[in-house]
Nanobody
Framework: QVQLVESGGGLVQAGGSLRLSCTAS????????IGWFRQAPGKEREFVAGITWRGGSTYYADSVKGRFTISRDNAKNTVALQMNSLKPEDTAVYYC?????????????????WGKGTLVTVSS
C-alpha cells in the first residue's frame, strides 16, 4: 500500500555529515508514521529515529541523540534524516520505515512497510 524510496547514502569521513531522504507514495494516509532503522554488519536491525506524520513528534535512539535530526515535508510527503558528527559506528544500511497508528514502531518486527535501504559508510 505504501512505497518508500530512500536516497542520500554514501561514503563520508568521520565527523562529516550526510542527509538521507525518504519519499512515500501510494496510500499514505495522515495516520502513517515514517522513520529510519539501520542494520550494521553482524548486527540486528535497530531503530534510529521516528516522526509522527500528523503531529510531528520526534524521537531517537540514544546512540544518535544530539547528532541526528529527523524532519518532514508534508507537502512532498518526504522525511529527511540529517546526520552530523558521523562516527564509524554509524556505518550501516539505513532503511526508511512506516506504519500506521500514533507513532513509528521501534521494533523492526512490527514495521509494516520498508524501503530497500541505502548504504552509509563512515571511514575513520
Amino acid at each position: 500500500q505504501v512505497q518508500l524510496v530512500e536516497s542520500g547514502g554514501g561514503l563520508v569521513q568521520a565527523g562529516g555529515s550526510l542527509r538521507l531522504s525518504c519519499t512515500a507514495s501510494g496510500r499514505t494516509f495522515s495516520n502513517y508514521n515514517i522513520g529510519w532503522f539501520r542494520q550494521a554488519p553482524g548486527k540486528e536491525r535497530e531503530f534510529v529515529a521516528g516522526i509522527t506524520w500528523r503531529g510531528g513528534s520526534t524521537y531517537y535512539a540514544d546512540s544518535v541523540k544530539g547528532r541526528f535530526t529527523i524532519s518532514r515535508d508534508n507537502a512532498k510527503n518526504t522525511v529527511a534524516l540529517q546526520m552530523n558528527s558521523l562516527k564509524p559506528e554509524d556505518t550501516a544500511v539505513y532503511y526508511c520505515a512506516a506504519n500506521g497508528g500514533l507513532y513509528l514502531y521501534t521494533q523492526a518486527s512490527n514495521i509494516n512497510y520498508w524501503g530497500k535501504g541505502t548504504l552509509v559508510t563512515v571511514s575513520s
